[in-house]
């Protein structure tokens, strides 16, 4: 994890400001969805990505009734019902 050498001030609402200079080179953009994660003692903010709901991948993921699936696991589900 490189350092990005910003400090920001948590305020009362718990809200920091992700410096533009950050939002322009991650292509974050007002409204995007923002995932927390926490690894040890460490927050991590990343660009959301929906994962399968049942391996966590990233790659090629559809919405199916509300959740999220993806190619290769749309794929087994196909075969089951042959």
Same mark, same amino acid.
């Given at each position: 994890?490189?350092?990005?050498?910003?400090?920001?001030?948590?305020?009362?609402?718990?809200? !920091?400001?992700?410096?533009?200079?950050?939002?322009?080179?991650?292509?974050?953009?007002?409204?995007?969805?923002?995932?927390?994660?926490?690894?040890?003692?460490?927050? !991590?903010?990343?660009?959301?990505?929906?994962? +399968?709901?049942? +391996?966590?991948?990233?790659?090629?993921?559809?919405?199916?009734?509300?959740?999220?699936?993806?190619?290769? +696991?749309?794929?087994?589900?196909?075969?089951?019902?042959?």
């Amino acid at each position: 994890m490189k350092p990005a050498g910003v400090v920001r001030k948590v305020d009362q609402l718990g809200r !920091i400001v992700l410096p533009k200079s950050l939002r322009k080179r991650y292509q974050m953009n007002e409204g995007d969805p923002v995932e927390i994660l926490v690894q040890g003692d460490h927050i !991590i903010l990343e660009r959301y990505r929906p994962r +399968c709901v049942f +391996c966590g991948s990233i790659n090629e993921v559809s919405e199916f009734k509300e959740r999220y699936l993806c190619s290769e +696991c749309m794929a087994d589900m196909y075969q089951l019902r042959r």
